[in-house]
């Protein structure tokens, strides 16, 4: 039996709870169900009825060319992406943490394309990787290459929106990690020089590594989200051309819920993403758990 103190504690803190979870159920949970709803019908934008069609649209998505070439074409970014902008973050966290004078200048360029509006950005990387007036295109040909069009090659545009996809990146896993860095104690620098550590790269395998990992873990899985989602630079700079080399699932999404207006097929293809890159966060989180130290 539980005293009347203890139920009127239970009690208060269940009316505290309550405005949280009156705000995700309207923010979160209410959405995701009327999502999972909209999958299972036939709904089109702007229609007044619709019909229920069960997992109709779930079978179509698999046996559907295009959305298998996007998801193949997402794939292909997050691996291009994604190391690039751990370890290239980590590596700028490195070099700007042994500065002093010049690390806030170094800071806030490298921070600057995580401020800047995407599209503004896109438009500018649009002129600078022009085949004519471009000075990308010029220096390419400078160097001896010829002329090439990086965004209208089939075997080259993808990875030319990779590598603008890791230049937005590289600032924020920069700054997540000069946090993580800071939380480091001298003393286990100490410690190590102590074990016989003497190296930069003895303490950076036994003492930076290790206590990075929460920092990794973190950075690697909002990294993984951000390039699935990967969406502007695909509108403005290739609309996803050359003959669907840039075609990503958000892309597609977005042709087939918002110009072909097929609302209940775009909802089963979020329902896919979204599941998708639970089961994929669970992974990594899982596998990087086994690896992090918790100070």
Same mark, same amino acid.
Do not use: C
């Given at each position: 039996?539980?005293?009347?103190?203890?139920?009127?504690?239970?009690?208060?803190?269940? $009316?505290?709870?309550? %405005?949280? &979870? =009156? /705000?995700?159920?309207?923010? @979160? +949970?209410a959405?995701?169900?009327a !999502?999972?709803l909209?999958?299972?019908?036939?709904?089109?934008?702007?229609?007044?009825?619709?019909?229920?069609?069960?997992?109709?649209?779930?079978?179509?998505?698999?046996?559907?060319?295009?959305?298998r070439?996007?998801?193949?074409?997402t794939?292909?970014y997050?691996?291009?992406v994604?190391?690039?902008?751990?370890?290239g973050?980590?590596?700028?966290?490195?070099?700007?943490r042994?500065?002093r004078?010049?690390?806030?200048?170094?800071?806030?360029?490298?921070?600057?394309?995580?401020?800047?509006?995407?599209?503004?950005m896109?438009?500018?990387?649009?002129?600078?990787?022009?085949?004519?007036?471009?000075?990308?295109?010029?220096?390419?040909?400078?160097?001896?290459?010829?002329?090439?069009? $990086?965004?209208?090659? %089939?075997? &080259? =545009? /993808?990875?030319?929106?990779? @590598? +603008?996809?890791l230049?937005q990146? !590289?600032?924020?896993?920069?700054?997540?990690?000069?946090a993580?860095?800071?939380?480091?104690p001298r003393?286990?620098?100490?410690?190590?020089?102590?074990?016989?550590a003497?190296s930069?790269?003895?303490r950076?395998?036994?003492?930076?590594?290790?206590m990075?990992?929460?920092?990794?873990?973190f950075?690697?899985?909002?990294?993984?989200?951000?390039?699935?989602?990967?969406f502007?630079?695909?509108?403005?700079?290739t609309?996803?051309?050359?003959?669907?080399?840039?075609?990503?699932?958000?892309?597609?999404?977005y042709l087939e819920?918002?110009?072909?207006?097929?609302?209940?097929y775009?909802?089963?293809?979020?329902?896919?993403?979204?599941?998708?890159?639970?089961l994929?966060?669970?992974?990594?989180?899982?596998?990087?758990e086994?690896?992090?130290?918790?100070?």
């Amino acid at each position: 039996m539980t005293s009347p103190q203890a139920r009127r504690e239970a009690l208060a803190g269940t $009316l505290f709870a309550l %405005p949280a &979870l =009156a /705000l995700m159920l309207a923010l @979160l +949970i209410a959405p995701l169900a009327a !999502l999972i709803l909209l999958s299972l019908t036939d709904y089109r934008l702007g229609a007044v009825a619709l019909r229920f069609v069960g997992f109709a649209h779930y079978a179509e998505l698999f046996g559907d060319e295009v959305f298998r070439r996007a998801l193949r074409n997402t794939l292909l970014y997050v691996a291009l992406v994604l190391p690039g902008a751990v370890f290239g973050g980590l590596g700028l966290a490195l070099l700007l943490r042994a500065r002093r004078r010049s690390r806030p200048f170094y800071e806030v360029a490298y921070f600057l394309p995580v401020t800047a509006t995407l599209v503004a950005m896109a438009t500018v990387w649009q002129f600078m990787l022009h085949p004519a007036l471009g000075p990308v295109s010029a220096l390419l040909r400078g160097l001896g290459l010829g002329h090439v069009d $990086l965004l209208n090659d %089939p075997e &080259l =545009a /993808l990875l030319t929106l990779a @590598l +603008i996809g890791l230049w937005q990146l !590289l600032g924020f896993n920069m700054v997540l990690f000069l946090a993580g860095l800071s939380a480091i104690p001298r003393e286990l620098y100490e410690a190590a020089a102590l074990d016989g550590a003497r190296s930069g790269i003895d303490r950076f395998l036994r003492v930076t590594w290790p206590m990075l990992g929460p920092t990794t873990m973190f950075v690697t899985i909002t990294s993984t989200i951000t390039a699935f989602k990967v969406f502007d630079t695909v509108v403005v700079l290739t609309r996803g051309g050359p003959m669907g080399a840039t075609e990503t699932l958000l892309y597609v999404l977005y042709l087939e819920g918002f110009q072909y207006f097929r609302t209940g097929y775009a909802a089963a293809m979020t329902v896919v993403l979204l599941g998708f890159l639970v089961l994929l966060s669970l992974l990594q989180a899982r596998t990087i758990e086994r690896r992090v130290h918790y100070a």
